[in-house]
Every structure is written in C-alpha cells, then in structure tokens.
C-alpha cells in the first residue's frame, strides 16, 4: 500500500534518531517541567521564524485554543478566513473580541476603525489545509502596512522553503504572531507560537492550554532539535528539492496549468458517496488517499486530499495518476485543479 494523504511532506518523519532524554515533563512548565531541552528548540524556532522568541506547545490544536483568546480583549476586532482551521474558529470563540468572517483568500476593509476598537486582527493559514492554495502575500503585507496585528497558522508551510524557512518567511511577510507545527514537514509533533518576547512572556502566563497542562515530551523536544538539524541542512536542501519535482511530476500528469503552491492537491468530487466510493476503488488498487467529507470540508465539496512527499518515487507518482484516470473516467482532469497564488 503506498500512502498519498500523509502530511510527512519532506519524508523526515522515519529520518529523525530516537532520544534517550525522559518521556515526560512531570509538570506544567510554569511549575518544574520547563527543562533546558524545551528552551533549546524554543530559541531555534524562534531564530528559524525570524522572531525574538517562541513557546512549544504539545499540539497545533493546544496551541490555537490556548493563544488565541490569551492576546485579544473585548476591544479588539478579529478577521477570520471562512476556510480556516477547526482549531482557529474554536480559539475564537473562546476570545472575546468581536469577530468577521472573510470569504476565502478576501482581505479584511481598509481604513480606520472608530476609536472605541483595540487591536485589528486578521488571523488566517497561510496554507489551507483542506485546498491547499495559499494566503495573498500583497495583502498580507498592505494590512501590515494599515496596522493590523497578523496571526498567521503556518503549519502546512513552515519548513519548505529555503533553509527551513516558513511561508511567511519566504514571502516578505512577518507576521505579529507566527504558527509552526512540528507534526509535517519537520516529521515530529507539537506546534509553536513565535513573536515579540513581551508577546511569547504574556503567552507563558496567560495562554489556558499552556500554563495548565503538562510541558511537552522532552524526548519529543530533544528531537525536534536533531529534526532542525535535518530541515536548516543538506538533507533538508534534497528533499525539499524531491518534492518540488514530485509536485511538477504530478501537475504534468494530472495536466494541471501550474504546480501546486502546496503539496496538498485536492480533488473535488462533489457527493460523499462519490468520494467514499473513489478512494475505496483507489485502495483495491494498492493506492491510500482519505475521502474527506462534511464538516472538515463544505458541503456538496467531498474530496479526495492528495499530498505529496519527499519520499515519493517517480513511479509510485505516475502508479497513483493512471489509477485516478481508470478510477474517475473519462473527464478525470475537471475534479483537479492548480491553486490561485500571486
């Protein structure tokens, strides 16, 4: 069985050594669990962000819980991507501040607000999940420009781009609040918040979901430092290399107009029994891509989620193509299509 829906997107997952360093913190951080361990990746994600300093936290969903109410107040005004991650939409509803939600991919108003209004937050992935086309880096850089704080969940993008670096990164883009998870490209688990040291201070003490639950593994953190290891360096360069020319492989052979922004390629089939009924007939086939249906997705927007990697061979690619070509028939090329970017 070959696995396309992992989101080990650099193959580094089986590549980083085990630690001998203890499974457990024993406590919050805030109590005894903080270890010199938890510090280490801490101020290596920080620099790697390009922020003065980060918090680890034990998952991507903590995280966004956790931080999101912690930063903003009743006063503020929060801007939220209508596609944005399960996390992101209930970390909102535990803030206070008022909130909008965008259509997909749109940018919040410009102008002022009344002054009675704290903070103007826009708060988006910078990759989606779910369709893998990206955020506007222009517009990201005009609300910065405008005085928006930005919030900006990079786990489908941190670590592709050169050197380790994220989508913020890479694209001129410093965001006020910077979102790393640890589980995808860098083949661990957790997830990071990176900023300002008052920022990351305030998060320390103020984030629920961090100060009252037990630190992260340090055997887990102790990886994620031989892990960085891997993704700032040579191994890292080669595979991001492998997956940019697995991305070109697949969009030749699934005739789409450009490569993908993201190694995540969607392919839309409309009902769940269409998609459920897909992905079965791909599994016969020796071929593991999920159906992913309602509520992760919209409605009438079931789907296969294809996602590439690394580890991919050329002709496990080509295997996967033909497949959806027998599977779907005839007009197989309009369920697929190349994400919007500029």
Known sequence: MVGFCSNDYLGLADAVEASPAPAGASSSRLICGDLEVHRSAEARLAKLAGQEDAVLFPSGFQLNVGVLPSVMSSEDMVYSDALNHASIIDGLRLAKAAREILPHRSAPPRGELPAAHGIRWWVTESVFSMDGDAASPR???AALNDGFCLYI????GFGLHDGGRGWPQAHDVTPTLYIGTLSKALGCAGAF????KTACAWIRTRARSFVFSTGTS???AAAIVTALDLLEGQVGDEARARLRSNLEQLAEGLRLPARPVSPIVPVVLGSNERALATAAALLERGWHVQAIRP???PVGAARLRLT???AHTPDQIDGLVSALREVLGPGY?????AQPHD
Do not use: I, Q, Y
């Open 193 to 196: 918040v990176a900023g300002s």
């Open 153 to 156: 969940d990079d786990a489908h």
């Open 333 to 337: 090329e309009t369920f697929t299509a």
């Open 139 to 141: 517009a990201l850089r």
């Open 218 to 220: 340090p055997r887990v």
């Open 308 to 310: 590439m990697s690394a």
């Open 295 to 297: 509520p992760t997705v």
